[in-house]
């Protein structure tokens, strides 16, 4: 039984009851992806499975065998980093730091679902093929990634830019 | 009055009336004439790389050979004795190995409970684990230890407790029957002067209303959190913390060894805003990696951190202003009473905006508090300023509604000339300023005065204001050290904390600039208790006492250096007073040409490398002068018509706050207050229920704070303008942000739809009766 | 959370013959199982994954979109069919959750999710009928406003947290289950309970049933349909109230409505007497209102949830209105 972490397959955990979460954080000292709640309410947790963001805290890591996951560690290539972390730093998209693993991979896959198409609770028009990230789509995308600090407003500047970049 | 008070009284007056030369801050820093350095400019934050790619270790991130993982059980009830633990399934369920209750538990003191001494911790002073008394509903009442978590907290599961119950006091109702004055830093919460109560009877113009805050809870998104291990009677504790020294002081009191015997490291907290200080899991942790002989992890579940880290407490004002038709306030009254915990001494208080906002003829302002059977409230982000202005400022606004009165030309009117209640002069007050431009900016004059006449579509708009004020202060105890090396780099050790305010980066840039260094060639190191100084982060006191900390040990180095270099330098004949630092290079001040590198100065004396230590004078200056940090709040609200939901779409905050060190880190301060606020004014409250004193929504899907779409784009700006007896003339500005946002939205909401909500949060609920029936 | 056995079910069959062991539970997403273990208020010996079941969703020559259980949440909200012919089931699940949950959650795991009642979460702390039978409500006296208005009893007032399964009430939607005994359908609006005595009982789905599709009937006139919901931040909060509602209107007489509540009741709301009032009425104000009325006649608030029955009866007028307004 394996699974795929940034790469590296690896051995899932003998105990059924090891969530993603604690898979990386406790079992592979891969601490990056944080424990914010463990309840699935606040988002601090998000990793990439197979480019898809999820909540890994709700995630039992026997149910990704054979995925591959994608966690904050594995956003930078080479010890360069990815340029919405760098982003980051220039928009100063973080105060303490915490929820910036998972807001980070969070808008990682929600870019990836916005250039797919996929609408969301503010969409206007659900049949149109493509979606304008306007402030409002990409706050709406983002809720589901608590910062108590309150850096949205530089979470917000640092995804713009990047999304704009990278079109 | 006491003997002790007497004296205090005595010492605050020769305080008040001593020359301003023998004050700190009598002579302004000479950092604040200094304009081309880095203060001032935008330094992105140092620890940026750490944080964004998750190497950025946290409490609970610090793996140790052999670590156990631990889990906390609960009490369910609020007042009572355990009179039955059955551990037996627990202590054999696979992987376990310790299960401590108050059987087992080694003997401990109480952690000394915050403010009863210099470093004193303690969210309460209860004894922890020691008996089989109860005194709150979610108090710990055993620890499992296992190997994996998975395996503690299934342990924690099997564990059957049972409880004698005692009468408990859980209602607010109940308790104020019985509430006792509050007092607040060795101070009693009570102010009276002239007759407030015949002023207002008087007075031709009035509002006396009620106003209510809910308790709140910090919900920092990093869970607090120690990893602990103990070799021989020498404790180590990586823990999540605003206050390292004071935890190390404490901790050792709890285990009866010294005070160096106890590290403490913190050097990444996940957010704090007050609650990041001693509460029993440390202490848990520690007395059960004890029992076990090995090293212990302990996080806290999000319902454990609602279960025994104290919140910000609920509030019951009575607030009312009496006015002369002009505007001018003759009598400013504002009384109440908080929930207070039995066993810490927290009287949320509410009373200390109005004590220096206005001029008035006459004040009475009194809090009192009463106890009650509940785990100990504590400081959260401006305690007593965020929720004072809710009920001040809403007030304020009411009575110009009341006068027809611009609500920011009423405020005007009633600005005093040096501080209302004390008669010190204000050391900076700009609030006039911050208030022209931010209505400027903002587009105040667009505002309709007539309330629930701006319609688009389905929604109510309107525009609110409000004052925000937080004190400077600066605690005792700061101290810290420089070590300067021959290669002309500099590095200062201070136990102070990063929990994302952006201390390491802008203490850097200001020791570069007080040494006239390169960023690069400076280093601050800080959370760690090893570290000198006792450096509270808490209380927006942080900048200043590392400020002024630096400044005492920056002297103490350049008097040494400046002695030991010589009659060859440049320099010789120079005190410390007289150079300041330059590109590498020691001045003096006044002949720049006239100056010698630290590097040659380190050969000269044929050292690797030159330290000093030194203390921060007492702070007495918030005491000789007023000392406040001031802003205008600008608030645009949505109102649906048809639900009753608000949602802010606009927000201004105009900062007076002395000089803004790193703009780009004070902004997201300032954003990060605000955004708080907007939780306290719209969405959140701890929800207590007053039959067991048991909270019921330990959760952030059920405790709503602030999601991404909650918030505006949020303005802010300030005037910059130095406080000139503060270090680096600057004020800290983590806390001032959300004060005042409670009322500005509350008064926005009032422009939208004519309904004054005096009750926190602004639910749909409280909005919606005044919708009338279904359209 | 207690030790558990795990396993990934082949197909429909093997999944059915794992399941119905005792204490086995079908596993989705797990983004409401997992964490209801973890405060043991699911204490499960087997988990049975069925995640990788069927997830197509399939347009059918009748008319009808068979959605299979095993469909993530965004598959469905992105589906072109679900997106112009049932929008307000597109809707409802993007007003749900967070866009890390609709990426997990199953449409089969959706319709079972469980109250967010805090008193039934409370384990040790607080009664629930719900959780242990016949121990008593605590809500009843305590924190009840996100609780029920409708179909309550004096067992239980907590309320059916999901968005989605609101939109299926309207839609007549028809979940298929297959169980030991062989396959069945059941209407969405039949598969939830209210409490009665026994709130301990959600569904009428027999031990060991497994949903495996949901089917939404062919209804044009859905094509323009709503769903609004109303909570205390603007997203990633569970419903206050919710409405979802289709209007198909014969020059400006209601011809068929179909409309359902959330955040009122135990299970989806389907308002039937607000449709019949409805049909052959005229689009108007008054007639909305008054319908709604008789729909909430029977409403019966606790002491902090009053606010919910003009709420809702304001957000139905609302929805209506919007959807004659978009139709004339």
């Known amino acids: ?82 340029p919405l972390q760098q982003a980051f730093i220039d928009h100063d998209g973080f105060q303490c730091g915490y929820c910036t693993p998972g807001q980070l991979c969070s808008a990682v896959g929600m870019l990836r679902e916005v250039r797919r198409g996929l609408p969301s609770n503010v969409t206007n028009d659900l049949e149109g093929e493509s979606i304008t990230l306007t402030r409002d789509e990409l706050c709406e995308r983002m809720s589901g990634n608590l910062c108590r600090c309150g850096a949205y407003n530089g979470i917000v500047y640092a995804i713009t830019e990047f999304a704009e970049t990278t079109k | 009055m006491s003997i002790k008070e007497t004296a205090q009284a005595v010492m605050k007056k020769a305080v008040q009336i001593a020359p301003d030369a023998l004050m ?109 008394e109860i005194h709150w509903n979610g108090q710990p009442v055993a620890v499992v230890l296992a190997e994996t978590q998975e395996q503690a907290d299934y342990a924690k599961t099997l564990i059957g407790v049972t409880y004698e119950t005692e009468p408990a006091v859980t209602a607010f109702e109940v308790a104020k029957a019985d509430s006792e004055p509050g007092v607040f830093q060795g101070e009693p919460l009570l102010l009276e002067i002239g007759d407030a109560d015949a002023s207002l009877a008087a007075a031709p113009h009035k509002v006396d209303a009620v106003y209510r805050t809910p308790r709140h809870s910090h919900n920092p998104i990093e869970l607090h959190a120690a990893t602990v291990g103990w070799d021989g009677d020498h404790l180590l504790v990586h823990d999540a913390s605003q206050c390292v020294t004071h935890t190390a002081w404490s901790l050792a009191e709890v285990f009866g060894i010294a005070e160096e015997q106890v590290h403490v490291t913190s050097l990444f907290v996940g957010g704090g805003f007050g ?193 925000a004020t937080y004190p400077y202060y600066r605690m005792p105890g700061g101290a810290a050290r420089i070590t300067l090396t021959a290669d002309g780099r500099a590095n200062v050790k201070i136990a102070a904390h990063e929990m994302g305010m952006g201390t390491s980066t802008t203490q850097t840039m200001v020791t570069a600039d007080r040494l006239g260094l390169a960023m690069e060639c400076v280093s601050v190191d800080y959370g760690d208790s090893h570290f000198p100084g006792v450096v509270l982060a808490g209380g927006s006191q942080q900048t200043a006492s590392i400020g002024a900390s630096v400044a005492a040990a920056y002297r103490k180095l350049i008097t040494e250096l400046l002695k030991l270099a010589g009659k060859d330098s440049p320099l010789h004949g120079l005190d410390a007073d007289e150079v300041i630092g330059r590109d590498g290079h020691l001045c003096k001040s006044d ?32 005491t000789h002068w007023s000392m406040h940090s ?144 279904v359209p | 959370m207690n030790s ?38 699911e204490q499960p010996s087997a988990l049975v994954d069925v995640s990788g079941l069927s997830s197509d969703i399939t347009e059918r020559e009748d008319g009808s979109l068979l959605i299979g259980a095993a469909a993530r949440n965004t598959a469905v909200a992105e589906h072109r069919a679900v997106r112009t012919r049932y929008p307000l089931l597109a809707r409802a699940i993007l007003a749900g959750a967070s866009g890390q949950i609709r990426n997990m959650a199953t449409v089969g795991g959706n319709l079972l999710q469980r109250t967010r009642c805090t008193y039934f979460y409370d384990n040790d702390g607080s009664r629930c009928n719900k959780r242990t039978p016949g121990q008593g409500c605590d809500a009843i006296q305590g924190f009840n406003r996100i609780h029920a208005i409708l179909g309550a009893s004096p067992s239980c007032v907590a309320t059916h947290p999901s968005d989605m399964c609101v939109a299926l009430a309207a839609l007549d939607a028809l979940v298929h289950v297959t169980g030991l005994d062989g396959s069945r359908t059941i209407a969405v609006v039949d598969l939830h309970r209210l409490p009665g005595d026994h709130p301990e009982i959600e569904t009428n789905l027999r031990p060991g049933e497994l949903i495996t599709a949901v089917e939404l009937p062919a209804l044009p006139f859905a094509q323009r349909s709503v769903y609004r919901k109303v909570r205390d931040r603007a997203s990633y909060a569970f419903a206050l109230i919710s409405v979802a509602a289709a209007l198909d209107l014969d020059h400006g007489i209601v011809k068929d409505v179909r409309l359902a509540l959330g955040g009122v009741a135990h299970k989806p709301w389907r308002a039937l007497k607000l449709e019949a009032s409805l049909k052959g009425q005229p689009a108007t104000t008054q007639s909305f209102l008054a319908a709604v009325e008789e729909e909430l006649a029977d409403a019966t608030p606790l002491p902090h949830n009053k606010f919910k029955v003009e709420l809702a009866k304001r957000t139905v007028v609302a929805v209506l209105a919007e959807l004659a307004g978009d139709i004339s």
């Open chain 2, 275 to 467: 609650s990041k200080t001693l509460w029993q899991h440390q202490t848990l942790a520690a007395a059960a990696s004890k029992l076990a002989e090995r090293p212990v992890r302990l996080m806290l579940s999000r319902e454990g951190v609602y279960r025994i880290v104290g919140g910000r407490t609920l509030t019951e004002q009575r607030m009312a202003i009496g006015a002369q038709g002009d505007g001018r306030f003759d009598a400013l009254i504002q009384t109440g009473v908080v929930a207070m915990g039995r066993h810490n001494n927290m009287p949320e208080p509410f009373i200390l905006p109005a004590r220096s906002a206005y001029q008035a003829g006459s004040f009475r302002l009194d809090v009192e508090a009463a106890k009650m059977d509940m785990v100990a409230n504590t400081f959260m982000r401006a305690p007593g300023e965020s929720v004072g202005t809710f009920a001040l400022e809403s007030a304020v606004d009411e009575l110009a509604d009341n006068l027809g009165m611009d609500p920011i030309e009423l405020r005007i009117r009633n600005e005093p000339e040096k501080d209302p209640t004390t008669g010190a002069p204000f050391s900076s007050r700009h609030i006039v300023e911050a208030y022209r431009a931010g209505a400027e900016k903002f587009g105040w004059a667009a505002r309709k005065a007539k309330p629930g006449t701006h319609r688009e579509g389905e929604w109510l708009i309107g525009m609110g204001c409000a004052t």
């Open chain 3, 4 to 41: 558990f056995t795990y396993a990934r079910a082949a197909d429909v069959i093997d999944a059915v013959q794992q399941g119905t062991r005792v204490h086995a539970k079908y596993l989705g997403g797990g983004t409401n199982l997992v964490d209801l273990m973890r405060e043991t208020l």
């Open chain 2, 24 to 132: 700190p801050g009598g002579a302004p820093d000479p950092l604040i004439r200094q304009k081309h350095g880095l203060i001032g400019t935008p330094v992105s934050r140092l620890d940026g790389p750490q944080k964004v790619s998750g190497t950025a270790r946290f409490a609970a991130e610090f793996p140790m050979e052999g670590m156990l993982f631990a889990t906390l059980k609960y009490s369910t009830i609020p007042k009572g004795k355990i009179t039955n633990l059955d551990i037996a399934a627990a202590a054999a369920a696979p992987g376990v190995v310790l299960v401590m209750t108050h059987h087992n538990a080694p003997r401990m003191k109480p952690a000394p409970a915050f403010m009863s001494s210099a470093k004193a911790a303690g969210g309460d002073d209860l004894p922890i684990m020691q008996d089989a």
């Open chain 2, 630 to 773: 001031h802003g205008a709040m600008f608030c645009e609200v949505r109102v649906n018509a048809i639900t009753g939901e608000t949602r802010v779409s606009r927000f201004l905050g105009s900062f007076d706050c002395g000089r803004i060190l790193n703009p780009k880190t004070a902004a997201s301060q300032f954003r990060g207050g605000i955004i708080m606020g907007l939780g306290l004014a719209l969405m959140e409250e701890t929800q207590f229920d007053e039959r067991n004193g048991r909270v019921m929504n330990p959760s952030l899907a059920e405790y709503h704070v602030p999601v991404h779409i909650d918030v505006p784009e949020i303005d802010v700006i300030w005037t910059d303008i130095p406080d000139p007896h503060a270090p680096m003339g600057a004020h800290g500005v983590g806390e001032i942000g959300i004060t005042g946002v409670g009322a500005a939205v509350a008064n926005a909401v009032y422009n939208a739809m004519g309904r004054r909500v005096r009750d926190l949060p602004i639910t749909l609920d409280k909005t919606l009766p005044e919708l009338g029936l």
């Open chain 1, 1 to 82: 039984m394996s699974i795929n972490i940034n790469g590296s397959p690896t051995n899932l955990p003998s105990d059924t009851r090891v969530s993603l979460l604690d898979l990386l954080r406790d079992h592979l000292n891969l601490s990056g992806t944080k424990k914010g709640c463990n309840q699935g309410a606040c988002g601090a947790c998000t990793v990439l499975v197979d480019g898809e963001r999820i909540l890994s805290c709700l995630a039992l890591a026997v149910q990704y065998e054979g995925r591959s996951v994608t966690t904050v560690e594995g956003l930078s290539t080479n010890g360069l980093l990815h």
């Open chain 2, 591 to 622: 002949e720049l040409e006239r100056r010698e590198s630290y590097v040659s100065l380190m050969a000269r004396i044929g050292r690797e490398e030159l330290t000093a230590e030194a203390s921060a004078p007492p702070p007495l200056e918030f």
